[in-house]
């Protein structure tokens, strides 16, 4: 995972709409779906994109697969924007 790939998985508001959802708890691809008025193939791309930039990981369980958020990938990225938090930072200059 490197933040390009996270932030190029980030730009897509589909994409983002399904992480909002995942937070909820783990969701089959079919769950994710009903709320898009989109192919199966189309909801397989978006969370094959998240996967990828290590934003979901997938779990099995009996016939179906379920998709979660990846808790630390999503602190890093939280961890890396904090440092863009507008205060002093060592050595700067007063």
Sequence with gaps: MGFPDTFKALSDPVRREILVMLKRGRMSAGEIGQHFDMTGASISYHLSQLKKAGLIFESKY???IYYEINVSVMEEIMLW??????GKQDGDKQ
């Design 62 to 64: 009996k016939n179906f």
């Design 81 to 86: 924007f904090t440092q863009f938090n507008g």
